[in-house]
Protein backbone atom coordinates (compact mmCIF):
# COMPACT_ATOMS: atom_id res chain seq x y z
CA UNK A 1 0.00 0.00 0.00
CA UNK A 2 3.17 2.23 -0.12
CA UNK A 3 4.06 4.68 2.39
CA UNK A 4 1.34 5.68 5.12
CA UNK A 5 2.14 9.00 5.11
CA UNK A 6 2.22 9.45 1.28
CA UNK A 7 -0.89 7.35 0.69
CA UNK A 8 -2.97 8.45 4.21
CA UNK A 9 -5.92 8.21 1.71
CA UNK A 10 -5.90 4.46 0.97
CA UNK A 11 -4.76 3.48 4.37
CA UNK A 12 -7.53 4.97 5.84
CA UNK A 13 -9.77 3.35 3.95
CA UNK A 14 -8.46 -0.55 3.96
CA UNK A 15 -8.48 0.28 8.12
CA UNK A 16 -10.96 -2.17 9.59
CA UNK A 17 -11.47 0.29 12.45
CA UNK A 18 -12.68 2.92 9.68
CA UNK A 19 -15.62 0.09 8.71
CA UNK A 20 -16.56 -0.48 12.32
CA UNK A 21 -19.86 0.39 11.87
CA UNK A 22 -20.40 -2.08 9.17
CA UNK A 23 -18.95 -5.41 10.85
CA UNK A 24 -21.23 -7.76 11.59
CA UNK A 25 -21.33 -10.83 14.41
CA UNK A 26 -20.14 -12.68 15.13
CA UNK A 27 -16.22 -11.78 14.70
CA UNK A 28 -12.91 -13.74 15.83
CA UNK A 29 -10.12 -11.89 16.55
CA UNK A 30 -6.77 -13.70 16.86
CA UNK A 31 -3.32 -11.47 17.24
CA UNK A 32 0.11 -11.91 17.95
CA UNK A 33 1.48 -9.92 21.01
CA UNK A 34 4.80 -9.40 19.04
CA UNK A 35 3.81 -8.65 15.30
CA UNK A 36 6.25 -6.03 14.65
CA UNK A 37 3.77 -5.11 11.05
CA UNK A 38 0.37 -5.02 13.15
CA UNK A 39 0.83 -4.15 16.65
CA UNK A 40 -1.04 -5.45 19.05
CA UNK A 41 -2.68 -1.88 20.24
CA UNK A 42 -4.05 -1.98 16.89
CA UNK A 43 -6.01 -5.37 17.51
CA UNK A 44 -7.04 -3.24 21.21
CA UNK A 45 -8.23 -0.41 19.77
CA UNK A 46 -10.63 -2.40 17.57
CA UNK A 47 -11.80 -4.89 20.26
CA UNK A 48 -12.94 -1.64 22.47
CA UNK A 49 -14.28 -0.42 19.14
CA UNK A 50 -16.60 -3.18 19.57
CA UNK A 51 -17.48 -2.75 22.93
CA UNK A 52 -18.04 1.01 22.11
CA UNK A 53 -20.92 -0.34 19.71
CA UNK A 54 -22.59 -2.04 22.69
CA UNK A 55 -20.79 -5.62 21.48
CA UNK A 56 -20.35 -8.22 24.16
CA UNK A 57 -17.45 -10.38 24.41
CA UNK A 58 -18.05 -13.75 24.26
CA UNK A 59 -21.21 -13.43 22.56
CA UNK A 60 -20.72 -10.60 20.17
CA UNK A 61 -17.15 -11.34 18.99
CA UNK A 62 -14.39 -13.42 20.71
CA UNK A 63 -10.84 -11.97 21.36
CA UNK A 64 -7.62 -13.67 21.31
CA UNK A 65 -4.09 -12.26 22.27
CA UNK A 66 -1.49 -15.15 21.22
CA UNK A 67 1.99 -14.57 23.84
CA UNK A 68 4.69 -14.60 21.92
CA UNK A 69 3.00 -14.48 18.54
CA UNK A 70 4.41 -12.74 15.79
CA UNK A 71 2.83 -11.59 12.38
CA UNK A 72 2.23 -14.87 11.47
CA UNK A 73 4.60 -18.24 12.81
CA UNK A 74 6.25 -21.23 11.49
CA UNK A 75 6.44 -22.97 14.67
CA UNK A 76 3.71 -26.01 14.39
CA UNK A 77 2.47 -25.92 18.56
CA UNK A 78 1.62 -21.87 17.42
CA UNK A 79 0.04 -23.05 14.45
CA UNK A 80 -1.77 -26.51 15.98
CA UNK A 81 -2.30 -23.41 19.20
CA UNK A 82 -4.37 -21.04 16.51
CA UNK A 83 -5.88 -23.97 14.85
CA UNK A 84 -7.54 -24.97 17.97
CA UNK A 85 -8.63 -21.88 18.90
CA UNK A 86 -10.38 -21.33 14.88
CA UNK A 87 -12.13 -24.88 15.26
CA UNK A 88 -13.51 -24.35 18.90
CA UNK A 89 -15.03 -21.08 17.53
CA UNK A 90 -16.21 -22.49 14.35
CA UNK A 91 -17.95 -25.42 16.61
CA UNK A 92 -19.21 -22.87 18.31
CA UNK A 93 -20.86 -20.86 15.31
CA UNK A 94 -22.76 -23.76 14.28
Known amino acids: MGDPNENADLWEERSPITHISEAERPVLIL?????????????RTFRDAL??????????????????????????????HVLGILKSYLENQL
Request: aromatic share 6%; net charge negative; hydrophobic share 25%.
Open 31 to 43: HGVNDPLCPISQA
Open 51 to 80: KSRGWVKGEDFVYHELDEQGHGSSDIKQKQ
